[in-house]
């Protein structure tokens, strides 16, 4: 670990030494970040570095974080709709599993780390971030409640013609969330493969089915 931190902050010395006859231009400080990271992370398990590796959307939103400004309309427009055309929709054309299923994926947080098996089932880890089920006295507010989220927004029946809109766009939330909200910091759980079809189908149940505690 010592060895780990003496190279990443090898780029930081460099940097300094240098800026005694020069100022160091934003370039600069990228590259320099981008070293330190690289150097402080390694390959373990199936925690690959290419987890380091920004899309688009990251680097627009990265930039647009560090510069304290909104991100330019026209980008963030375009940003959706890219992410809106990853939606995978459900194979079987069925959009609720079990809801029962879904709460314990909701309540996991497993999965993903240095110590899981490839290709073990993950959790998604909802609860971090929002509150769902009633009865749950330990959760984020990082994301607004979902409490009565499918009784709120009128749905009796998530088959019917009426409740399409919404049951539709729950499901591209959850597959993209990018692509309803450019820089949105909700995990792409569909598209970057954190859950599976089957598992969305579950957490959508959860959300949406009437019979669900959390629609009651």
Same mark, same amino acid.
């Given at each position: ?11 930081? &010395? ?9 100022? %160091? ?20 398990? #199936? ?22 400004? %909104? ?7 375009? #940003? ?28 996991? $947080? ?6 899981? &098996? ?13 509150? =769902?089920?009633?009865?749950? #006295? ?22 019917? &013609?009426?409740?399409? &809109?919404? !049951?539709?766009?729950?499901? $591209? ?13 909700? %995990? ?5 493969? =954190?859950?599976?079809?089957?598992? =969305?189908?579950? !957490? ?13």
């Amino acid at each position: 670990m010592k060895k780990t931190m003496k190279f990443a902050i090898l780029p930081l &010395a460099a940097l300094v030494l240098a800026g005694c006859t020069s100022s %160091p231009s934003g370039a600069d400080y990228d590259k320099m970040t981008a070293d330190v990271v690289k150097a402080s992370f390694q390959d373990r398990g #199936i925690a690959k570095l290419d987890r380091l590796q920004q899309d688009d959307a990251n680097r627009e939103c990265s930039a647009a974080d560090v510069a304290g400004k %909104p991100l330019d309309e026209k980008v963030a427009k375009a #940003i959706e709709e890219a992410n809106l055309k990853t939606v995978k929709w459900p194979s079987d054309g069925k959009f609720l599993g079990d809801w029962k299923e879904g709460e314990r994926i909701a309540q996991s $947080g497993r999965g993903l780390t240095w110590s899981d &098996a490839a290709g073990s089932a993950n959790g998604g880890n909802c609860y971090n971030c929002h509150m =769902i089920g009633k009865e749950e #006295i330990s959760f984020g507010n990082l994301g607004p409640s979902l409490y009565n989220y499918g009784k709120l927004r009128g749905v009796t029946d998530p088959n019917a &013609a009426a409740s399409k &809109a919404i !049951v539709e766009y729950t499901w $591209g939330k959850l597959w993209n969330a990018r692509a309803y909200n450019a820089c949105s910091q909700m %995990p792409r759980a569909g598209h970057m493969g =954190i859950l599976s079809e089957k598992q =969305i189908q579950h !957490v959508m149940a959860l959300l949406l089915d009437p019979a669900s505690p959390v629609n009651k």
